[in-house]
């Protein structure tokens, strides 16, 4: 019982990793998700504490009442699981998934499969005013769905995919930006490259 429960903790560990891989793809997406996270293993771990209190209940009065009965039973051979292997795959696969996640490999593959789109739509940026204003554009680039897109003096543009966060703040991609602050928020900006002229953007809408 005890292999089998380990093989799908081991299991549910792969799951997870397949998650975060899938929402590393979007900007802000990641974030979201290890929030949640840790919420929800707060809750299983209080779930587990208390299954675990009442399996040591259980299992002591099961003990007992064996020893009261004094009977000879032939204890079943546990069946064999592959437990090993797959501990050893999901290690090497927890290692892959955190490189990628830290080099945003995901994001880099969807968006070099985006970014013809992108490129199409950079001629056409409207430019912000005074008011720093952005505009919408709600279309599909790729595989990405950009909400507002604009671009600023200095010919950076850019791109809103999402507004993520506990602390919600404009999450997209930006075309050769500056650290001079952008339509979507002036402090508290984040730039990671994805591919040549091109970031992840993290904007702080403080305008």
Known sequence: MMRL?????LLGLDLYCLVLLW??????????????TI?????ALAVAVFFSVVGVIVWGWRAVTRSRRRARTIVPKPRAYPLKRV??????????TYVALSHHWPMRVAF??????????????????QNFSEFPLNERLGVYYVT??????GGSVYFQTGFHGFW?????????????????GHTGHFFAPVAKDWYLFRASHDW
């Open 5 to 9: 429960s380990g093989l799908i903790a």
């Open 23 to 36: 929402c590393g793809v979007w900007p802000g997406r990641l974030g979201e998700a290890m929030f949640w």
């Open 39 to 43: 919420i929800l293993g707060m809750l």
């Open 87 to 96: 501990a050893i795959a999901t290690a090497i696969f927890v290692v892959f």
């Open 112 to 129: 070099g499969l985006s970014k013809p789109a992108f490129t199409a739509r950079l001629a056409d940026a409207p430019v912000t005013d």
């Open 148 to 153: 507002y897109y604009a671009a600023d003096s």
């Open 168 to 184: 919600a703040a404009p999450h997209g991609f930006a075309y050769q930006p500056n650290d001079q602050g952008s339509p979507f």
